[in-house]
Nanobody, 129 residues
């Protein structure tokens, strides 16, 4: 069993920055592929960024590419999402997700919420104009 706990959300003005974190426990963190998703009110959950086990491969949605950076520290069992140049449309609940991807290529599936079994409770990010 894997437990995920997010932190670091908050309110920021447009153009500002925020870093959110997700700590994993309960299993060998280094074997987990990790991702961030977000969901705004009355909208579907969407993928934001994903990172492979060894951090050599990272993936981003077009809407955040160039502004957000996903990283991980396997020694701390933590994945981060550094968000720069935030926009009001980035306002959402941000969720951490994890799974092992033993049988399917991560690169082709990282953005699919159905590919992840483990989820955190979310951390709210609000960007004001």
């Amino acid at each position: 069993q894997v437990q995920l706990v997010e932190s670091g959300g908050g309110s920021v003005q447009a153009g500002g920055s925020l870093r959110i974190s997700c700590v994993a426990s309960g299993y060998t963190y280094s074997r987990l592929c990790m991702a961030w998703f977000r969901q705004a009110p009355e909208k579907e959950r969407e993928a934001v960024a994903g990172i492979y086990t060894d951090a050599n491969s990272t993936y981003y949605s077009d809407s955040v590419k160039g502004r957000f950076t996903i990283s991980r520290d396997n020694a701390k069992n933590t994945v981060y999402l550094q968000m720069n140049n935030l926009k009001p449309e980035d306002t959402a609940m941000y969720y951490c997700a994890a799974d092992f991807f033993y049988y399917i290529p991560y690169g082709g599936s990282w953005y699919k919420s159905t590919a992840y079994y483990y989820w955190g409770q979310g951390t709210q990010v609000t960007v004001s104009s």
